[in-house]
């Protein structure tokens, strides 16, 4: 059998791994789980939810049959509430705040979200529509959850709106940067596709700096909004980080997500560096391509780490390991020019540091040798700090600074929300979150005008 025949067969096999993991709820455990709900007066699931979706009328329309109902009411508060369905720690927002936690179990809010929304998008439902033209135009530079979700809501307030993005698919994290276990790329797509339908231009594979610039932008635009988001896992900084073997977890959830699953993990050893949830993701998208072990490696302690509890809990479920307390030194290469082993040191943490956080400090004469063929970086996100200082925007690293009332930047017609203003440390960057800036950002660029034409006016 040729190479070629191999690699399609182990592709085939490979990819039902990658099918989504958690089955949707059929009607009737969405309606048993619907007419549970107390559709409480003054909602605290309200209250906890970044974007305030209106829980329990959703859930009240579900329990009577109107579906659309159902799924325009999410989608009002959340341009990106399908994918939210999926990906929201829902435990920390929503569900955690229901209360019949007190007694017996919360609503799970995530499921009938996620229910609702499948239903329109099975249903090939178009559930908004354009405003009126007001002859303003606005353009916007990320088509991830802040973007989609500025574009959304500009174009409801009658806007013509521009999205710029260097993808050759629109819908940033959601669409390249989430395992397809958990958010398969067509929900992201159809949130895109409900933006598109209002009209908004959405012009992919377009890269500032290249095929646009930002002073064009500036000049050509009514406003200019920067939702790009953040850019690749930095460097590890240690020996031996040319060699072959060495992913960006970022990268690899991005090529499964197109599709590639024969990326040579099947029977490997890999090593993840890092405990967030791009960890997570790069440990259980190493298991489903074939590795017959998967350790996390993390400088700090369990109560330290950054990623969701679900998503903790789903990474054991799938046999990946956790090394506390452990971080690399030096690679080590076989005759090849491949990664064969890691020397690691072990580490104690001591007093907290400017950020709050205890200092990992290594403990002299703990090194020892890890055999591993694959190394994955999952240590944070670099800044798409170039872009940023093309518009000329004062930043903290990267950080954009923004007027916390208005989300305008040190430019006046330059606005920004996502994860781009997304403060180091401070905070929690989640796709909700992001939404809801997207939303503000709308808001404030609407309000922004409307006083302009009353100040004509007057």
């Known amino acids: 059998m040729g190479n070629l025949l191999k690699n399609l067969i182990a592709d085939d096999v490979l990819k039902q791994n990658f099918e989504e993991a958690k089955p949707s709820f059929n009607k009737q455990e969405a309606l048993d789980e619907a007419n549970r709900c107390l559709y409480c007066y003054d909602a605290p699931c309200i209250t906890a939810c970044p974007t305030g979706i209106d829980i329990p009328s959703f859930i009240k329309k579900i329990a009577s049959g109107n579906m659309k109902g159902s799924a325009t009411t999410i989608m009002e508060s959340n341009p990106v509430g399908a994918s939210c369905a999926r990906v929201c720690p829902t435990e920390e927002l929503c ?155 970022i990268d690899l959830v991005e090529r499964t997500k197109e599709g590639h699953y024969n990326e040579g993990f099947l029977g490997k050893r890999v090593a993840v560096i890092g405990a967030g949830n791009t960890a997570i993701d790069g440990a259980t998208t190493s298991i489903r391509l074939g590795a017959e072990n998967v350790k996390i490696l993390y400088r700090r302690t369990e109560a330290e780490m950054t990623a969701y509890d679900f998503e903790y809990e789903f990474a054991k479920q799938d046999g990946v390991e956790f090394r506390w307390l452990t971080t690399p030194k030096r690679l080590i290469s076989d005759e090849l020019g491949h990664v064969k082993q890691m020397e690691c040191v072990k580490m104690e943490l001591r007093d907290p540091g400017k950020d709050g956080r205890r200092r990992p400090v290594e403990i002299a004469g703990s090194e020892f040798i890890m055999d591993v063929d694959i190394v994955v970086k999952a240590i944070g996100q670099t800044r798409h700090t170039e872009i940023i200082d093309s518009f000329g925007l004062e930043h903290d690293g ?54 302009s034409v009353n100040e004509i006016a007057l």
């Open 398 to 451: 990267g950080v954009v600074k923004v007027d916390p009332e208005s989300s305008i930047t040190s430019n006046p017609k330059v606005y920004a929300c996502g994860d781009v203003i997304f403060g180091k440390g401070v905070g929690e960057a989640m796709v909700v979150s992001a939404a809801q800036q997207g939303k503000e950002t709308a808001l404030s660029i609407h309000e922004r005008f409307n006083e």
């Open 95 to 249: 569900e955690g705040a229901c209360v019949l936690n007190h007694s017996t179990k919360a609503i799970p809010i995530g499921d009938l979200q996620r229910y609702a929304t499948d239903w329109a998008i099975k249903n090939e439902q178009v559930l908004f529509k354009a405003g009126k033209e007001n002859g303003k135009r606005v353009a916007i530079v990320g088509s991830g959850p802040a973007g989609l979700s500025t574009a959304r809501e500009l174009a409801r307030l009658g806007y013509e709106v521009t999205i710029f993005d260097k993808k050759n698919e629109a819908g940033g994290l959601d669409t390249f940067g989430i395992v397809p276990f958990r958010l398969p790329k067509e929900i992201s797509l159809w949130e895109v596709g409900q933006v598109e339908k209002l009209g908004v231009e959405i012009r992919t594979n377009t890269e500032l700096g290249k095929d646009i610039f930002a002073d064009e932008l500036v000049e050509n635009y009514d406003a200019v909004v920067l939702a790009i988001g953040m850019s690749k896992v930095p460097m590890l900084g240690i020996a031996g980080e040319e060699l072959a073997g060495i992913y960006d977890a």
